[in-house]
């Protein structure tokens, strides 16, 4: 292929683009092309069309989601039309400057600018402007938005994993969007593309989705809990089976199992499963199922299973993701299990039990 078809294929096509700007960016990485970028490019593109301005790209971490969302695509948008303007907003400042800088190194390296020519663009504090007053600009969302207009807002990464534990900074974060965010757009039709990794129910994603606003949401999970289609560039569909990773050469079935046991249960089911799997025990991980049959003249209180007596069993979240997601090891729900309980739950029902059976008494 000569070298002009491949500098048009760069112009025009957003996942070649995306290849192109991670070799610029990372010269001593090698690249691993997979469909989920793919996907990306596909509904991206459509946002540059104008035919969706509201996305949702939900995606387990190390995915390439913000390389390609934050610093990729606006590149390309700019280097196609440079008086386009974008406004990119994080939950931290570290991540802004990050994503800031490396759009900076990839606009103005060598092979961008024979690309883009006329995309000359200068570097101004927080923001990167072109000769035709487009701009990136990048702000944290709790920072001063007054007097800021885009073209198209990117929320990346709103929040941090212990902030998501907060009710009142969720709320916060959900409430500066509501009345702060939206009002930035510079014209009606003018777009929002929201892109994380789950953290809570209530996160931002959840937020708008709860809301029914036309979202499209690609909902990207780490092993996939069902059959999936989804829609490519040019027409095209990828089939997605129950069970298979999003990305092999970034995170094997192995290495999922083992972050699983890392991170826990609950942050394992938001981060790397997008809620797709809802946690039993919630943040402590750790919750005990009650078998039947139980005496009544009897309590146990069995910490593992397998000792043939019925009573309450103690797992962790990880034990029933991974025959639930995995298809790993002995289903956890036997068919005489009469109730799931978090460990205070537990803790409530066998003091309960105790006093009935009069074992306090019996151990004073």
Known sequence: MKIEDVQNLYRHDLSSFFQFAFRELHPYAHYHHNWHIDVMAHYLSLVSKGKINKLIINMPPRMLKSQCVSIAWPAWELGRDSRKNFLCLHGSKTLGLDLHDKSLDLMLSTRYQSLFPIARI???????????????????????????????????????????????????????????????LSNKNGSIVVVMQRLHDNDLTGHLLAKNENWVHIDLSAIALKDEVWNLPYGKTYHRTKGEVL??????????????????????????????????????????????????????????????????????????ILPKVFGIGEDPYPNNMRHMYTIEEFEIAAEQLRISQGLDKQQE
């Not at 990117?154 to 969720?170: F, G, L, Q, V, W």
């Not at 959900?174 to 009002?183: A, M, V």
């Open 122 to 184: 200068k570097e101004e504090k927080n923001k990167l402007t072109t000769a035709f007053k487009g701009k990136r600009q990048f702000m944290t969302l709790n920072g001063k938005l007054t007097g800021l207009g885009a073209d198209t807002i990117i929320i990346d990464d709103p929040m941090s994993t212990e902030e998501a534990k907060c009710d009142e900074t969720r709320k916060h974060i959900n409430r500066q969007f509501d009345e702060n965010i939206l009002q930035r």
């Open 247 to 320: 990305h092999e050469a970034r995170a094997s079935q192995s290495d999922l199992i083992e972050t699983l046991h890392s991170v826990g249960g609950y942050a394992f089911a938001y981060q790397y499963l997008q809620g797709q799997y809802k946690p039993k025990f919630g943040e402590d991980n750790k919750g005990c199922l009650w078998i039947d049959p139980m005496r009544e003249d009897e309590f146990y209180d069995v910490r593992e299973r397998g000792s043939g007596k019925s009573g309450f069993y103690h797992f962790t979240e990880a034990d029933l």
